[in-house]
């Protein structure tokens, strides 16, 4: 009989951004409930979940001299109280033999990483976990000395279904990841991937920060979001003692911390209506572990009667690897986390949804303890299996000469068998390969692992003492670090200025070496003069300080924030600026990567104020900031592969989309630098597109294939399809009063620029169908209410629209949606500059209503005006590169841009 995934959801208290948005509080826990309200239906019955654990950590506490956080009420849960819950069941189970899997799920800073691993005194479950376990082993040993321990680490990461071997730097730039096996009896696995034994949590944390330092140093060069990778810390623990009968038993348990990506990544990408929203594998893992959770959801409460459920773990790298965690010989427990504010509401209800699903599955949890003896033999027997298998032509694999080819539906071809064969010939090798390792390590004898425990041990000492020499270095010599968008990956690289001259770049003669995106051989220069610290940016290089781009010489002062191209990100610490500073009484707030990004979007002329504006004004703010980075990224993206196509931030009115209220969006525009055409992307389908654009950077780099077809290339938008030209708003107040107009009305773009005019007429009725003339004052009104309960009908006409833009003046029509339609009204397609389309149309309101009438006074009609865009392009320009297209594209700009100054003057 299984038993069930333990599942506990923590929220934590309101962060910087939430007290400054004046988030509201909509998370209540009562006992082992989660409640959730609606912040549009605040008196409405709140959400209510039930898990294993409902930690309250929102109030209620005080910090101590040390930075523990102590309950100051019963409601507060602190660290202890977690580990008490949750990590001593992890630390039992290990001793006893059971594999145990802790997971950590919630939205991008919701506090999940505090629960599991913590920070200063507030030590997470992990560390104590793995403290208690060494202190039990050495207290073990000390009573039966010829008891073996061990305890082996390691640590990867999959991004874009590809897996790294974080402890290996070399092994991340094997194309494609490392490949994941599947063993007939211990399930998938990675091959080849680095396992450290390690013999105490001090050495544990190194490894992690060795891990942490190359996930960060790889994913800065590949320009990869930290925030959709998942994190596996997995530790083997190995157990050989002998039994009551003198039998040598060997008892193994694997602990599995798995960070998954963040909860609101998977939802932000679903671009409505994108040709690529489904193409994108940095989605597969997410996708796939949501089909799996509900898959063994169903399967565990049999809620398909009849029908046999297939759990899809194979769908992707994540799922496969996770497969003993969820569904197998784990003892698994989720940590959930939440934000407590209303601005997070559907983060969180995704969340708890999540979680709700994950606490139906059961698993069945074995001890795995065999005689040491039965191990060894189990394995020589299973190598011998698979040499004969691999000797004897065609042993279990398809035979072609048995099975000549025949023709139909189902048949497999030579070559797919040739594919095959080869396959699992390379499976059966890589699991021979397994087995030679693990039966090296079975044999070894007591003294050599002694002698093996006893150069860990040293390495570890010198390690420790690397570390320390570090951290007496940084209280001296300046030195710039790093700040990431997922802050546990900021300040972990650091490039100490030692010389009197310090050359940035990605070449050889690089004393600080960047890679990744827009990064030159030769890309900034480092100078010390006295204690002054100089830098200055090379020919054709892009850096920004504190906002401002980089022209000439500057000197560098404690705080600075130094951006490299677009994707590296850096803060200068200066020991002696810093120490002088505070004997004046200056205090140095702690610098964030939003904070960053907030003052190159103020230098390039937006508003970032935060007082006094409204919820839609700060949302507002929010995505313009997360989205320039983007914008630049994959602006740097489009250089480097030559697609000649530039992106710009667009802010669209809600006019300016159709609707007559609402707030503005940040959209982005891409323009092809060769046509001239552009096309507008929302928010969803720019972050889809663009995680696209990185996997192509990426098979570009590790020399894949990477120039597909216009179908798949997240770069194409067809030429053919319609674009909107703009948009035209028509008051219907004098249909309030029967009165009929003819007027030529402005058409705007998002950008309230004239676009030329739409010619418009509306033409009041009689019940007989014919027009309510000059003569006819019997059918006026002088009170619209005197309308209500009778009928309202009129010719609403189209007639034409002058002065398009030559550009967009193919395949042009009309298109709007009056009042309460369902469906929307639409011209036919005419190619002219000057379009007459005669288009009319008669509407009928029966009876006429007061919410008509506030519609008709208040509410402007849009019409929206599309068109298809004329292919133009120079050959010429075809010739260019996209940075000169670029180039010459900004003079353009600014010679237009005086040209109408002049003109003005």
């Known amino acids: 009989m299984g038993e069930n995934i333990r599942v506990a959801v923590r929220v934590r208290p309101f962060n910087q951004r939430e007290m400054e948005r004046g988030a509201k509080l909509i998370v209540d826990m009562q006992g082992t409930n989660t409640l959730l309200s609606n912040p549009q239906d605040l008196n409405a019955e709140p959400k209510k979940f039930s898990f294993d654990h409902s930690y309250w950590s929102h109030d209620g506490y005080k910090e101590d001299g040390e930075g523990y956080m102590h309950a100051t009420d019963d409601r507060y849960c602190d660290q202890s109280r977690v580990f008490n819950d949750l990590g001593e069941g992890v630390l039992k189970n290990a001793w006893l033999g059971y594999n145990c899997s802790l997971f950590a799920y919630g939205q991008t800073g919701s506090g999940k990483s505090y629960s599991i691993v913590g920070y200063g005194a507030n030590r997470g479950v992990i560390p104590v976990v793995c403290q208690n376990l060494f202190s039990k082993i050495s207290e073990k040993q000390k009573d039966n000395p010829a008891d073996e321990y061990e305890v082996w680490l390691s640590m990867i990461e999959i991004y874009n279904e590809q897996v790294r071997d974080l402890l290996n730097a070399a092994t991340m730039k094997i ?64 157990q050989k003692a002998k039994n009551a009968q003198g039998q040598e038993m060997t008892k193994t348990s694997v602990i599995n911390l798995v960070d998954l990506a963040g909860s609101e990544r998977a939802a932000s990408t679903a671009a409505t209506g994108d040709r690529l929203k489904e193409g994108a594998a940095i989605n597969q893992s997410l996708s796939t572990l949501g089909n799996v959770i509900s898959a063994l959801a169903d399967k565990a409460m049999d809620s398909v009667k009849g029908k046999k459920i297939i759990v899809p773990f194979r769908d992707s790298a994540l799922t496969r690897l996770l497969k003993t965690a969820l569904g197998g010989n784990s003892k698994t427990i989720m940590m959930a986390a939440i934000s407590p504010a209303d601005i997070n509401y559907d983060e969180s209800l995704s969340t708890l949804k999540f979680a709700d699903r994950v606490k139906r599955i059961k698993t069945k949890a074995s001890v795995n303890e065999s005689p040491t003896e039965k191990l060894i033999r189990e394995l020589r027997e299973e190598n011998a299996k698979l040499m004969k298998m691999l000797g004897v032509p065609g042993a279990g694999l398809p035979d072609q000469e048995e099975q000549p080819e025949q023709q139909g539906a189902g048949e497999i071809s030579a070559e797919e068998k040739e594919k095959m ?142 951006v490299f191209s677009s ?66 990224e994959v602006n740097a993206i489009s250089e480097e592969l030559d697609k000649k196509k530039h992106f710009d931030i667009a802010l669209v009115s809600p006019q300016a989309r159709g609707l007559s209220d609402g ?141 398009l833009p030559a550009k967009i003046s193919e395949h042009v029509y009309c298109e709007f949606r009056l009042y309460l339609d369902d469906t929307t009204k639409k011209t036919e397609e005419v190619s002219s500059k000057n379009p007459d389309w005669n288009w009319s149309t008669i509407f009928s309101h029966t009876p006429v209503t007061k919410q008509l009438l506030t519609y008709l006074n208040d509410e402007p009609l849009i019409v929206e005006v599309w068109g298809k865009q004329r292919v133009e392009g120079k050959k010429s320009a075809e010739q260019l590169t996209t940075k000169q297209l670029k180039s010459l594209n900004e003079k353009r700009k600014k010679y237009r841009l005086r040209l109408c100054v002049d003109t003005t003057a």
């Not at 507008?680 to 389908?685: G, S, V």
């Open 175 to 238: 194309k494609g990841g490392l490949k994941i096996r599947e063993h007939p009896k211990k399930g998938f696995y990675v091959e080849k991937l680095t396992q450290v034994k390690v013999s105490s949590y001090e050495n544990i944390e190194l490894k992690m920060e060795l891990g942490t330092k190359n996930r960060t140093i790889a994913s800065t060069a590949m320009n990869a979001t930290s925030s959709r990778a998942h994190t596996i810390v997995a530790m083997s623990f190995i």
């Open 567 to 632: 994707g590296h990100v850096y803060v200068l610490h200066h020991p002696h600026q810093f120490k002088k500073a505070e004997k004046d009484g200056k205090k140095f707030e702690v610098v964030t990567w939003d904070q960053v990004h907030q003052e190159i979007a103020e230098k390039s002329g937006y508003d970032v104020n935060r007082k006094g504006k409204t919820e839609a004004e700060l949302l507002l703010q929010e995505d313009l900031i997360s989205l320039m980075p983007m914008v630049n």
């Open 421 to 562: 064969r080869k396959e699992l010939e390379e499976e059966l090798r890589a699991q021979m390969q397994q087995n030679e390792s693990e039966l090296e390590e079975a044999k070894k004898s007591f003294q050599e692992k002694l002698e093996a425990s006893k150069r860990e041990f040293e390495k570890e000492k010198e390690e420790l003492q690397k570390r320390e020499r570090e951290e007496q270095k940084r209280k001296k010599k300046p030195y710039f670090w790093n700040l990431n968008e997922d802050p546990a990956l900021s300040g972990i690289v650091s490039h100490f200025v030692e010389r009197t001259k310090i050359l940035i770049g990605k070449g050889e003669k690089c004393h600080i070496k960047l890679t990744g995106l827009s990064i030159l051989e030769e890309h900034a220069l480092v100078e010390v003069d006295g204690g002054a610290i100089f830098i200055t940016v090379m020919s054709g290089a892009k850096i920004t300080i504190n906002g401002d781009p980089l022209t000439t010489k500057l000197e560098l002062h404690h705080n600075d924030r130094v």
């Open 663 to 803: 707030r503005t969006f940040v959209m982005v525009k891409m323009l092809d630098l060769v046509q001239g055409n552009y096309w507008m992307w929302d928010r969803n389908k720019f972050i889809n597109r663009k995680y696209k654009m990185e996997e192509m950077y990426q098979n570009m780099i590790d020399g894949h294939d990477w120039n597909v077809s216009a179908e798949i290339d997240p770069f194409y938008e067809d030429i053919h399809s319609h674009v909107l030209i703009g948009q035209s708003q028509i008051h219907l107040k004098c249909l309030a009063y029967q009165i009929g107009f003819e007027e030529s009305i402005i058409i705007t773009d998002y950008e309230a620029r004239e676009r030329g005019f739409l010619q418009i007429e509306i033409q009041p009725l009689k019940c007989d169908g014919t027009p309510i003339g000059d003569d006819d004052e019997e059918y006026f009104v002088e009170d619209p209410e005197e309308l209500i309960g009778k009928t309202l009908t009129y010719q609403f006409k189209i007639l034409g629209a002058k002065g």
